[in-house]
């Protein structure tokens, strides 16, 4: 969520404030940069020095936590964005615009932390993404296209880990199915039709075994719904750990009538047919 925090802007100028009112300051922008670029701007440091956190916002003339609005402008006047302070953190609405007016970002935070829904755009007003936040913690995000269709949709944990994910054809039909344990990620995929394709469990990719490997039973259909093929999934081999079959698989033609039987080793070999 880089993209809609206040550190993304490159400050041109500071409109002159009043001494004994620092409640809003007006940045105009020249071009945006790195998130991290921000602080280091020398006409930003005019006004603010940054915490040793490096988010907290302190006032220079007076060292004091900042308590106010900063409004951003695009170097031809329209506005970019608003974000809200309190006692040198974000805090509240923040909202980032498109030069047209549109909005593109509208994020709320709490304590420093994200919370409740987000909305983020497209530059024409569709909705780009919808998600949720829990005291800093991602639980949910539903993308869209540009045109208004849903894409994708993902649910979080309460540590922000993934529990699951559904990617979608352009007619609103379930294109993969994921739902994620420990260890494993059962993934069914579908055709257009709304029967399933495949279906079965991948073992996690970890540091020694990536990418991600097929393990345990699997199931392959026919267009129609009938069963195709199904069987177990193991790793290993004679030369590496790639995928092998491993025990009993049954293949179907597409009446469901049994055609073919064969049996595997657990090194994938073929020993009985």
């Known amino acids: ?3 809609i925090l206040v550190c993304i802007l490159l400050v041109t100028s ?6 004994q009112d620092m409640s809003e300051i007006n940045i105009t922008l020249q071009q945006p940069i790195e998130e ?30 900042f308590s106010g609005k900063i409004i951003v402008q695009y170097p031809t006047g329209e506005k970019f964005a608003e974000y809200n302070y309190i006692e040198g953190k974000q805090e509240g609405q923040q909202t980032s615009f498109y030069k047209n007016g549109n909005t593109k970002t509208s994020i709320f935070i709490e304590n ?25 913690v991602h639980r949910s995000l539903i993308t869209y296209t540009q ?9 979080n944990d309460n540590q922000g880990a993934r529990i699951k994910e559904i990617i979608y054809f ?15 990620i059962y993934i069914i995929s579908f055709y257009e039709n709304g029967n399933k394709e495949y279906e079965g469990n991948n073992l996690k ?3 020694m075994l990536n990418p991600v490997y097929k393990e345990g039973n699997w199931k392959y259909y026919y267009k129609n719904g009938n069963l195709k093929e199904e069987g177990n999934w193991g790793m290993g081999g004679r030369h590496d750990n790639s995928n092998i079959k491993i025990g009993v698989w049954k293949t179907y033609n597409e009446e469901g ?17």
């Not at 500071?14 to 001494?19: I, Q, R, V, Y």
């Not at 991290?36 to 940054?50: H, T």
């Open 205 to 207: 990719g970890t540091k």
């Open 257 to 273: 009538d049994l055609i073919k039987e064969q049996e595997y080793n657990n090194l994938g070999m073929i020993i009985k047919e």
């Open 147 to 155: 045109d208004g269709r849903k894409n994708t949709e993902v649910n």
């Open 36 to 65: 991290k670029s921000l602080f280091n701007q020398e006409s930003f440091q005019q006004y603010f020095i940054v915490n040793a956190d490096g988010q907290t916002l302190l006032l220079k003339r007076t060292k004091a936590l």
């Open 1 to 3: 969520m880089k993209s």
């Open 112 to 136: 420093g932390k994200y919370q409740n829904d987000y909305i983020i755009y497209y530059d024409n007003g569709n909705i780009e993404s919808v998600g949720s936040y829990d005291k800093g």
């Open 170 to 184: 352009d007619s609103g039909q379930i294109k993969t199915q994921k739902t994620f344990s420990d260890k494993y």
């Open 14 to 19: 500071l409109d002159t404030c009043k001494a």
